[in-house]
């Protein structure tokens, strides 16, 4: 044990690490604070690599429910991943990979392993060593694999969540072991405003940093959330009572949209305050075109209707990355979006609401597993295609448009996913050969990156300009090529291909004003200032029909 509690000599310099942990509740914006202050760091010249840390004992966000914990981000290498994960890629205009999601499940999974092959024989496991050394070790790798100025590491929770506990030992020990001036801790916390005069309140704050000191650990810098801008005499009043300096209290009021958030912190000198801490050169940010590009999802003054038909609409964070996909093509083409979430049940029970679909610009439907909420899709993906609604289908949505076409212009009334009925006469859409016989759901449907072809003098060649693309997917189920040949010969255009040719990626229709659907999930690739092309031709197309119906 002594080992653990001197200072470890290192061969090398140790990297810049910032710790950045949340206070008083959860859902205060900290994957945004901590994409903006990367983003912030990247502008001012240094390379930054992000990390989220998530105290859950799943091993990884693949099995959770996302109307409970949120979309579920899926990187290029395949990893399930929490959905700020996708934040940072958005912000950073980066492909991050798995090891940028540490849970606990993958720790203590390493830890057992380790035990069981008798990496620790003679000793009692524990939480402090074993556990933190294993927590330390994978934060490390992180720079070792990369080499960046800076690691940036967000703690999912709050402070004093039993669950985050090991984590916020194992970044005391990280900054003990380095030295002053090595790692910089950033708290996110709650200001909230009492009453009709909106008094500020510091109390919240006050314990949530007190509770961090009791564990060991005195916040560099704290960034206040609230309503509206943080006062000055606020601030002091929180410097004196949590004994950081009241420059370094940095007020992060309610933005019209997240991509103004680099700029509320960045003119607050907060990258000052960090290269002050950290002895890091002195530098200026950089701002390039992001001020452009976060000011185009304010000033749109044009408005677009899209609705959204999922089975999760209950929670928007469910289908995050599509609704940013959405407001990155829209601001970029000079509108806004209004999106509103319709539950794809209710198109089963109520089948008059189709008619109310026609009071959209444009219609999506997203990811999604399981035969609830499944034949309202239908329905819908029928409908639009009917009335010439722009469609823009993913994933699930992919699959249930080739089923309602099966159903609707093939004449195969019986069509199905075998997903949703085992026993089913055309099962137009079918387990992937080499998902039959896996017992595990964790990490084991087809995920990650994969090229793909697209056919050439078709609308997602023209799309995307060129014949080869590569797309992330997540997915176990896909078109029966039994019934390929029926389907062309109806009239869908099947216009994009896995790279071995035995998978359809795209599907489209001609003659409409926008039908298309894709097994990828095209979302996880769009940017700020960057539309992802499909989503970028599905806006144009329903601004067309906001104009056509205008006229």
Not at 6 to 27: D, H, L
Not at 82 to 92: I, K, N
Not at 357 to 382: C, D, H, Q, T, W
Not at 473 to 486: A, L, Q, T, V
Request: some cysteine.
């Amino acid at each position: 044990m002594q080992a653990h509690i001197q200072k470890k000599k290192r061969n090398s310099p140790a990297p810049k690490y910032i710790f950045i942990t949340g206070g008083v509740m959860s859902g205060l914006g900290k994957g945004v604070t901590s994409a903006s202050l990367a983003k912030l760091l990247m502008l001012a010249g240094f390379t930054v690599i992000c990390a989220k840390i998530d105290p859950y004992l799943n091993v990884d966000a693949g099995t959770m429910n996302p109307v409970t914990h949120g979309e579920v981000f899926v990187t290029d290498d395949g990893g399930e991943m929490d959905m700020d994960l996708g934040t940072y890629e958005r912000f950073l205009d980066k492909g991050l990979s798995q090891e940028h999601n540490i849970t606990t499940g993958q720790i203590y999974s390493a830890v057992i392993k380790a035990e069981r092959k008798g990496k620790y024989l003679g000793d009692c496991v524990q939480i402090i060593p074993h556990i933190t050394d294993e927590i330390i070790k994978r934060i490390r790798n992180l720079h070792e694999s990369v080499r960046p100025d800076i690691v940036l590491v967000e703690l999912g929770g709050t402070v004093g969540d039993i669950e985050g506990l090991p984590f916020l030992e194992a970044f005391r020990q990280i900054k003990f072991e380095d030295g002053d001036n090595q790692s910089l801790f950033v708290h996110v916390t709650l200001i909230p405003q009492i009453g009709d005069v909106g008094e500020q309140k510091t109390k919240p704050t006050q314990h949530s940093v007190q509770e961090l000191r009791r564990i060991g650990i005195q916040p560099d810098i704290i960034i206040a959330r609230s309503e509206t801008e943080v006062t000055e005499s606020v601030k002091k009043k929180i410097s004196l009572f949590t004994n950081v300096d009241w420059r370094n209290v940095i007020s992060n009021p309610d933005v019209e949209s997240i991509y103004n958030v680099p700029e509320v912190l960045g003119n607050q000198g907060i990258v000052q305050r960090v290269t002050q801490i950290l002895e890091l050169r002195k530098s200026t940010i950089r701002w390039g075109s992001w001020p452009t590009i976060s000011s185009s999802f304010v000033n749109a003054t044009k408005e677009l209707r899209i609705g959204m038909v999922g089975k999760y609409v209950s929670l928007a964070d469910s289908y995050v990355s599509v609704n940013h996909a959405l407001a990155h093509a829209s601001a970029y083409l000079g509108y806004r979006i209004k999106l509103e979430l319709l539950d794809a049940e209710k198109f089963e029970s109520e089948p008059k609401l189709l008619d109310t679909l026609s009071n959209y610009n444009g219609i999506v439907v997203p990811g999604g597993f399981g035969l609830r909420a499944a034949e309202g899709i239908i329905r819908v993906a029928n409908h639009a295609r009917i009335k010439r609604i722009p469609f823009l289908g993913l994933c699930f949505g992919f699959q249930l448009a080739v089923i309602s076409f099966a159903r609707n212009v093939c004449g195969l009334r019986e069509a199905n996913s075998t997903e949703l009925d085992a026993a089913v006469k055309h099962p137009v859409v079918d387990l992937m050969p080499d998902q039959k016989g896996i017992d595990k759901l964790g990490a084991t449907m087809n995920l990650g990156g994969h090229n793909i072809n697209i056919v050439e003098k078709t609308f997602a060649y023209s799309m995307y300009g060129k014949k080869k693309i590569r797309q992330r997917h997540r997915h176990r189920y896909e078109i029966n090529s039994n019934y390929w040949d029926i389907l062309r010969s109806k009239g869908l255009i099947l216009s994009g291909f896995s790279e071995d040719g035995k998978k359809v990626e795209i599907i489209e229709l001609d003659n409409h004003a926008f039908y298309l659907a894709t097994q990828y999930h095209p979302e996880f690739l769009s940017r700020p200032g960057k539309p992802e092309p499909s989503f970028l031709a599905f806006v144009k197309s329903s601004i067309s029909n906001a104009g056509s119906r205008d006229a």
